[in-house]
């Protein structure tokens, strides 16, 4: 009776993967939630971000191309990409920042004051391709790493006049987020933020719908580590290429926070990248560390190096949307970090705020205040210890597989007290991560 039991409830406990956001409709992020922890649509529901990295799409690009990649992505359950609306030669553009055909973004080189309409014309009508795929353009005006240069030799009045024409020109379109910065190394001189800022505020004068957010510092940063930001953003962009969970739950705890998601890490096939594991390992402790998301990477597809059309869809990729599919059919928004070790009591590992995402062990939890959900990512196979009091009694445990989507019944599937887990042996790509999943019905 007990066997029965257990097996009825866990096919009614297995979370069935829910439709895609645009069921109906699409959903574009337009504000925070009231407890400044995850983004909100323009219907008032949660806004999980599930992003890609195409930087230099707009120039690499015929509108053709850029209207197939976007089919891709959106089928691909990507939600968000991000581009720079300017690409410098060493970023996968041209000289002069010209398209592929020799397109400028202005018509005196360096300029600002001088938008080429053909150009933006361009930039437009691909926005508006991935508005009608449902896609929101994380959208770089002046992407700092290769353009602080422009913004000292234009000043702060001409890089204001840029701002003001960008955000007049783009206001219309709801499927923008404002991405300022990008390596804006704000201890180098104070001057360049005020550059920046100074587009920042000409957006938010001429744009003030459109969400905003900054890419600050390498190697770990978010957001706020610059208080002067805050007035002009209410997203709080993560940025480290050490194991993320420190860097998203230093932003999750500060005063006052803002939605935080982890805009780059180390990228498939580019930095500290070892396999489809080291990218898991990213994105799981991303989500159980208290994100609104998150944007993958390819070390081929953000600039379109010769060969990129090989490197679209990939395991990464694969394995990022069956991440996304856990925590989209999950009440992923209401999940807090289990900080205090209150829930996973023992074999959690070592946390380090820096170091190597790849030698890392540490074990992250989340559950919710109700105590109806929790997930686990391990990065290593090892048994945890749960305290199950801290959960609805009757709650039932599934490992996720990581690399192939499935559930499977963990053993023992429900208990009470501390109660022991351990993986069911490899994952199906051969590793031994895994995802542990513990939901109450009813």
């Known amino acids: ?49 599930s992003g890609d990295s195409p930087q230099g799409l707009f120039v690499t690009m015929s509108e053709d ?21 300017l690409v410098p ?70 890089a204001y006049d840029f701002g003001k024409f960008l955000g007049q020109r783009f206001a219309k379109y709801p499927n923008i987020v404002w991405f300022n910065g990008c390596d804006l190394q704000t201890w180098q001189d104070p001057k360049d933020t005020a550059l920046v800022q100074s587009v920042a505020r000409a957006l938010k004068e001429t744009d003030p719908q459109h969400l905003q957010t900054v890419e600050l510092n390498y190697m770990t940063s978010g957001s706020l580590d610059d208080p002067t930001w805050r007035p002009y953003i209410q997203l709080d962009s993560a940025y480290t290429y050490y194991p993320t969970y420190a860097q998203v739950l230093k932003e999750y705890n500060r005063d006052n926070p803002l939605p935080v998601y982890m805009v780059e890490a180390n ?22 560390s208290g994100a609104t998301g998150q944007l993958y ?35 992923w928004y209401d999940l807090v970090p289990d900080q205090q070790h209150k829930l996973l009591t023992a074999g959690y590992g070592t946390a380090n705020t820096v170091g190597s995402v790849n030698d890392n062990d540490y074990a992250t939890a989340a559950s919710t205040a109700d105590g109806r959900l929790a997930v686990f990512y391990l990065p290593t196979t090892r048994s945890i210890t749960v305290d199950m009091s801290q959960l609805q009694p009757g709650a039932i445990a599934f490992w996720y597989d990581p690399t192939d989507g499935a559930y499977r019944l963990a053993n023992p599937p429900v208990g009470r007290g501390e109660v022991t887990f351990t993986p069911p042996g490899r994952n199906h790509g051969g590793d031994d991560d895994w995802a542990l999943r513990i939901s109450s019905f009813g």
Request: glycine content about 8%.
């Open 297 to 331: 990477g390819s070390g081929w597809t953000w600039q379109f190096k010769p060969g990129w059309q090989d490197h679209v869809n990939t395991q990464g990729t694969r394995e990022f949307r069956l991440m996304t599919d856990l925590f989209r059919s999950s009440r």
């Open 1 to 49: 009776m007990v066997t029965a039991t257990v097996l009825v409830s866990s096919m009614l406990a297995t979370p069935a993967v829910q439709a895609p956001e645009n069921a109906g409709r699409f959903a574009w992020p337009t504000s925070a939630s009231a407890n400044g922890r995850y983004l909100l649509d323009q219907a008032g529901q949660p806004y999980l971000i």
């Open 89 to 158: 030669p060493d970023q996968g553009g041209h000289p002069d920042d010209a398209t592929y055909d020799g397109i400028t973004p202005f018509t005196k080189a360096g300029d600002m004051a001088t938008p080429n309409p053909a150009y933006w014309d361009r930039v437009e009508h691909m926005v508006a391709a991935a508005r009608d795929d449902g896609l929101t353009i994380w959208l770089t005006p002046v992407e700092t790493c290769g353009h602080l240069q422009l913004l000292r030799d234009n000043g702060v009045d001409k």
């Open 267 to 288: 990228y498939e096939d580019e930095h500290e990248y070892t396999g489809p594991k080291t990218l898991r390992r990213q994105e799981y402790w991303t989500m159980t």
């Open 65 to 85: 191309e850029a209207a197939d990649y976007f089919a891709n992505r959106r089928a691909g359950g990507f939600n968000t990409l991000w581009i720079n609306s």
